[in-house]
Nanobody, 125 residues
Framework: QVQLVESGGGLVQAGGSLRLSCAASRRTFSSYAMGWFRQAPGKEREFVARISWSGGRTYYADFVKGRFTISRDNGKKTVYLQMNSLKPEDTAVYYC??????????????????WGQGTQVTVSS
């Protein structure tokens, strides 16, 4: 069973920054695409960003382009989400997820097999 543990969430004012981390237990972490998703109260879980297994390709939802950056450190088996210029509408629980092996991942939750417990991000206006 793969474990993913997110950290770094919290309360921040609009315009501020947070850096989320997701530590994975899988020994072969470097072979898997990783993604970040978020879910606000009363809404469906939505795609935020993804990164290929090698780290060479990244993809973002339109609403975070230019503000968020996904990266990974395969030596530490950790994926990050740097969030800048945060807006109140970014308030949600953020989840990391493990995608398919040797791929660039996808924007669909059904393509991810393992999920973290989530970390709350709250942006005040």
């Amino acid at each position: 069973q793969v474990q993913l543990v997110e950290s770094g969430g919290g309360l921040v004012q609009a315009g501020g920054s947070l850096r989320l981390s997701c530590a994975a237990s899988r020994r072969t972490f470097s072979s898997y695409a990783m993604g970040w998703f978020r879910q606000a109260p009363g809404k469906e879980r939505e795609f935020v960003a993804r990164i290929s297994w090698s780290g060479g390709r990244t993809y973002y939802a339109d609403f975070v382009k230019g503000r968020f950056t996904i990266s990974r450190d395969n030596g530490k088996k950790t994926v990050y989400l740097q969030m800048n210029s945060l807006k109140p509408e970014d308030t949600a629980v953020y989840y990391c997820a493990e995608g398919p092996v040797y791929s660039s991942g996808s924007a669909y939750t059904t393509d991810y097999d393992y999920w973290g417990q989530g970390t709350q991000v709250t942006v005040s206006s």
